[in-house]
């Protein structure tokens, strides 16, 4: 994959967990959006960056990249000391001269959506009644044979859901 250098140099930092030259591949005034947290300038890059890399000791592997009119997206497969590992995070990036200006990290949108989609969508119909489980999801019928979902949690890392469902029989 043939990738502009600086995000080649991007994600060679990220391997070499080298926060320094990662906070490198970004302008003066660069912005990085990551875990509802918005990181302004390169000082505070290299710190967030690397709090992230004690952390999780993440690696990426790009998968694929595509550059738009006004921005770049890297999608990659990210691997490390985190729940979900490996996953696959989308890096929506706004190259200006060379450099980073803008970095959005986003997992793949709309994974949480599909699956409850799919949830309401296929067993909702068979449920006679309606339990509280999240706030936001309400399906239980533990009397009625199928599936229940019993727990649905998400949770946020590197901006990125995933869904655990763990289905009994009635």
């Known amino acids: 994959m043939n990738l502009p250098k600086v995000i080649a140099d991007l994600v060679k930092a990220?391997?070499?967990?080298?926060?320094?030259?990662?906070?490198?591949?970004?302008?003066?005034?660069?912005?990085?959006?990551d875990e509802?947290?918005?990181?302004?300038?390169?000082?505070?890059?290299?710190?967030?960056?690397d709090n992230a890399n004690n952390r999780y000791r993440a690696t990426m592997e790009p998968i694929s990249f595509e550059e738009k009119e006004t921005e770049s997206i890297l999608k990659a497969k990210v691997s490390g000391s985190f729940e979900g590992s490996p996953i696959v995070l989308n890096y929506h990036l706004e190259?200006?001269?060379?450099?980073?200006?803008?970095l959005k990290i986003s997992g793949l949108m709309g994974m949480?959506?599909?699956?409850?989609?799919?949830?309401?969508?296929?067993?909702?119909?068979?449920?006679?009644?309606?339990?509280?489980?999240?706030?936001?999801?309400?399906?239980c019928n533990p009397k009625k044979e199928g599936l229940c979902i019993k727990t649905i949690t998400t949770t946020t890392m590197v901006s990125r859901s995933t869904m655990t469902m763990n289905c009994l029989a009635g």
């Open 14 to 33: 990220q391997n070499d967990f080298e926060s320094v030259a990662y906070a490198n591949c970004f302008s003066e005034s660069a912005v990085v959006f």
């Open 36 to 49: 509802g947290k918005t990181h302004i300038g390169r000082k505070e890059i290299e710190h967030w960056i």
């Open 95 to 102: 190259i200006i001269e060379g450099l980073i200006q803008k």
């Open 112 to 139: 949480a959506d599909l699956a409850i989609s799919f949830i309401f969508k296929t067993l909702r119909p068979e449920l006679d009644r309606e339990c509280p489980i999240v706030p936001l999801l309400k399906i």
